[in-house]
Structures are given as structure tokens and as C-alpha cells.
């Protein structure tokens, strides 16, 4: 068996409280209806504390497989985002350790590894190539991986002999390269041979079954070699015998020396077996945390002893939390975790805490990222793949092209060879029209597209998958392409069915205006979706940053003689610098049976001062605003459940904390480990 070096996290007096509305006497007051969200809007509201944990004490040992559990709402998630450090919203405090140095959530995510409960995985990746991914971008410490993969044999065939008929994952690896070989492992570890090459999928598109998602996503912190492990919830929504693999496999992980700690809900007999240690909440308190064995006797000792045949995780519910003492929820809380405070085992897990493991947490036991050059690479791969697998998304925004430059072109075709005041009213709409499709289909294609990404962004960033830069950058280098030939399609088709002026330099500017408007739809289109947490927030918002600009655009409104103090919107309208660009790009020096009728024309639509050169540059102006607005909303989005001021050096600080030496209070009765 490989010891990975052990760590150990220890809490004490550790609450959690968040801010809610409070209720009134009548159970309204400030809280509810028109009358409150009127208050609330006018800062009236009030609010009180909602204590969710109170004042835990335990700890976390390396080598066991730590089940918490307790009945819904109990705190069982609260807790272990807080421990894994992906819970912000709310007020903490007391004391975290890990082998008796100073930690906190964000030191935590330096260590450990997290599968939440909705395992978000980009759907277009099949399962070995979302964990070749965490392996390439998350590169376990070369001295770990090479430990693992060679204990990983001796670990994949016990499982295999528990499970039998599953094929051999670990022979695979051989001759391949760290990344290939390490997903091999994993795959074999996990179960997941026969699934490897399915795509992960949707609720749109069905890919692989939940189970198998759910030890995906496990698979993929597992490769990282993290010392500490936290799951929420690996097993509900499996059958019992995919819950029970997923168990044997986290025991597995468990016995090499890791720290697992998973929260699960109603675990069979023989899963329950499998557990080491066990947490038990009742409305934020803690009524049990010790070793699995003693929770029979211990559950005995209250009065409520377990049958032979029951199963003691039932028991525990059935017999204890839901019936001891027959008081409500709160006191009984209080009272069994007062009994359990007064227990040998509360006593016992009291020493455990002053005298944690000792050992320093080794710089390799950090978790590790590639490079910024590699994440670039990986990413950019990653995406052009992901826009070729969405194949169709992407045929829907070549054919919108040539749908819209053919409808275009063939209601106004040949407006060249119409009367004057036809060619005016004509060329004007038109060009109102293609000005604003350019924008408007380029922030919707990709309002559409990240808002999917979004929760994918959000946990591979929190999980130190890639930095913002890398990602950032990869997005725009596989868009770039498809904002440049998307509207080169489309204007080409229109421009010439237009009849608009038989000039190769005059249809340039035409096309770059449009490339202009389509990078600044998807600079815009970014910024929204990252700005907002769901698709309708967005849908909402959109019309109303949309439609003044559109009003504004320079066809509706003579801008020039439009309201004063709301003149400004014309300014930040990427519609009317387009529709300025291509009006003056035509009718500049516009002659029709040699009577000059342009730059009248130009005059009396009032656009302004500018040439088409300078109103391009404004849309590339604005394209580079909204494309930093977009970064930084990015950015915003990436911190989310982290604490604002943690920065570069905030990280270094908690290295240094945890490479140093235990707090003094550890520091003569702690155990060093061997
Ligand atoms: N941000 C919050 N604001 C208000 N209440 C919250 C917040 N976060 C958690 N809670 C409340 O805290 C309690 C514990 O929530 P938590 O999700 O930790 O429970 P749980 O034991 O994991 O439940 P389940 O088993 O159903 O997932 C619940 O009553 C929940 O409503």
C-alpha cells in the first residue's frame, strides 16, 4: 500500500450563519408581498442571522473514508463547501486545520479535490477525454503519479474480483503517454471501460447515464493525486450496486492514504460497511462523528438499541433523529448533540483534535496547473472541437448567413436601376437592416452558446482547471474565424444583389463594417451572458441595452434633431456607426443618370461628421470596450465563492501557513506521522 502523505483536517467551533428576511409576528412582515418587496427595494427590509452550523468540532483523518450524513437540510452540504471552501455567502467563524496548520475554505482549495452534486461536464467531451483534460491541465506531481499508477494495478484488479466481468484498464496504459496512461488508470479504477469514447451529453442531447457522470466526475479530481477529497452526494440518484461500486472505489482511494469525506444519503448495509468514519448532523449540530463501528453501541447507550438485521444507517434515522425524546427538531438537536458532547466518543474525538497529525504539507501536495502557453493550447483545441461537435449550431450560423444576404438581397435586388426616391428609402432600409442583424445575430449566437458554458466555466476555474487569460483568449481564437466568414458570406451574397456600388474598395469597407459589428455583437454578447446567472435575466436585459441603440441607430430618429439629453445613446450605438459607415460608403459622391444626388441625401439624413473610415474605427472602439467589459464580467464571475481580496499573494500566504510550522497549540501534543 502507498502512503501518500497523510493530512488531516480538524474544525473546532465552527459556525455558519447567512442573512435572510426576517419574518414578522404575522409571519409576513418585513419578508413577503408587494408591501416587502417594496420595503426591501427601499432598504426597509430587515434581516436576521439564520444560524446553519453550530459550533462544530471534529476531524477529518487520512487513510478513512468519512461518510457525513444526517436527514435533508440537516447542513451536510453547507458544511462540506465550507470545508472545501465554496461556500462565501454567509458569515464563518472558528478554526480550520489541516495537520495542525491554519487553514481556511480558500487554503482548502489549494488541497483538495470537490465533486459537487451536479457534476457539470462539457457535454460535447466524452469520459476519457474530460479526465485527460484534468490530467493536462492539472498535472499530478510526477513523483505521485508514477506511486499511483504503479499501486493502481494492484488496486484494479482487487476491484475487479469484487466486480467481475469488467475488462482491464490498467494494461491499457501501458506505452501511452502521463496523460493517456493516468485516464487509463482512472477509467479501470472507476469502472468506466465500456463508456469511455461517449460523450458526456445533456438533458438536450442524452450521453452517458448519471452514474457514470457522477464517477466521471470523480475520476477526475481522483487524477490530480489531491491528498484531500470531498464529495457531495457520489451516490444519490444511482442503483444500489452503482452506489455501492462508487463506495468500494472511494474506500479504495481512501485506503491508499487519502483524506475522503463524502456526504451520502441512506447508505445500504454493505455500503455502510465500507465506511470508515461517520458524521452525523441534526439541524446543524453534530450528535455522532467517530469510527462506524461505534455507532451501534453508541446508538444503544441512548436507549435505542439496533436489531441484528436492520441497517444501522436506518436505524439511526428511524430510531434517533426522528423519534428520540418526541421534542421538535431544534431541541432534539441540541439534547442528542449535548449527550454525544458528554460521551466517550465526543471525548475521544476532542483529544483527536488537540492532537492532530503533525506532518508539514509538502509543496507537492499542492495542486499543480500547466502552464498558461499549455492551457492556451489545450483550450483552443478543446473549443474548436467542441464547435465542430456542435455541428449543427455551427451549420445554423453559416445557413443564417446566406438566408439573411439572400432575403436581403432578393427584396431590394437591383435597387440601383429603380427612380431616385426608391433607391433613397431602399438602400437606407437595407442598410439599417444588415447593420443591425450584423450585431444583433452575433450577441445572440453567443448569449446562446456561454450561457450553456457558464456553469462549466464556473467549476473548471473554481476547480484550477485554467486562468481566465487562457480561456478568454481560446474563445476568441476559435470565434474569430467564424465572426470574420459569417458576415463575408453574408455581405457578399447581399452587396452584389443590392446593387450597391460596383466598387472592389467600396464592398471592402462594406465587409469590414460588418466584421466590425459581428466582433462587437460577440464582445457584447459575452458581457451579457457572464453578467447575468440565467438565460431569462439576459433575454431581459438585452432588449433594454438593445433597443435604445437601435432607436438610435440613425434611420428612426433624425439624431441630430432628436432630444437633447438623450442625444448620447447615439454614441454608444454600434448600429448607427454601421449604418453611418455603409450610408456614406454608398452615397458619398452618389451620382444616378449624372445627377449627384449623395451627398444631399447624406446631408439631409443628418449621420454626422465622420467618414466611413473613422465610424469603422468607432465599432472596433467599441468592440474593444465591450471586449474588456466582457473580460472583466469573466473575472467577476470566476471569483464567485471566493472571498474578493483573495489575490496572487493572498495564495502564497496560505502556502507559506501550511508549509510551516503547526500552531503552538499543536506544536507539544501533536503526533508525527511516519
Ligand atoms: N444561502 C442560504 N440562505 C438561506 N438558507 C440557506 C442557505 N444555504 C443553506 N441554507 C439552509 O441551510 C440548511 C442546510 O442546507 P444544506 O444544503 O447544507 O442541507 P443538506 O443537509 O445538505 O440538505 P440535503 O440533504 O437536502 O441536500 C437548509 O435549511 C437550507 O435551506
Redesign the pocket.
Known sequence: MVHEAPLMVSFEDLSYS???RARSPGGDGGGGGVLGGIRERMGKARYED?V?LHGLSGAFRPGRLTAIL????????????LLAGY?S??TATGSIWVNGRPATGASMRLLAGYVS?DDVILPTQTVREAIEMSIRLRPPPLSQAADAQASLATAVDGLRGAEEGRGGGAEKGKGAGPAEAGASHAIALLGLERCQHTRVGDSAAKGISGGERKRTAIAQEWVTQAPILFL??PTSGLDAHSALMVTRQLKSIADRGRTVVA?V?QPSSEMFELIDDLLV?LD?RIVYFGERAGLVDYVAGLGAPCGMYSNPADHVFNAVLFSYGGEGAPDRAVRLQGEWVRSAGGAAMRALIERPETAPVRASQFRRTSPPLTQLRYLTWRAALNARRNRLVLGMRLGQAVFFGLLLGLIFLNTDGRPVNVQQQNFSGAMFFMSTTSFLLSVLSVVNTFSQERLVFLRESQGGYYGLPAYFLSKNIVELPIQVVTPIINSVIAYWLLGLRQDGLKYVLFALTCIGLNLCGFSFGLFLASSFKDISAVLVALPIMFLPALLFGGLLVNTGNSTVWLRWIQWISPIKYGYTSMMKNQFTGYVVDGRPIGDAYLEQVNLGPFSVGVNIAFILVLSFIAWVAAYLSLMRLARQGRSPSFTKNAEKHLRQQLEGPPDPRFAQGGKEMD
Open positions: 447567512v442573512r435572510v439564520k446553519i444526517g436527514p435533508s437540510g440537516s447542513g451536510k452540504t453547507t458544511l462540506l463547501n461556500e455567502s454567509g452534486q457531495d452526494e456526504v444519503h448532523l446543524g
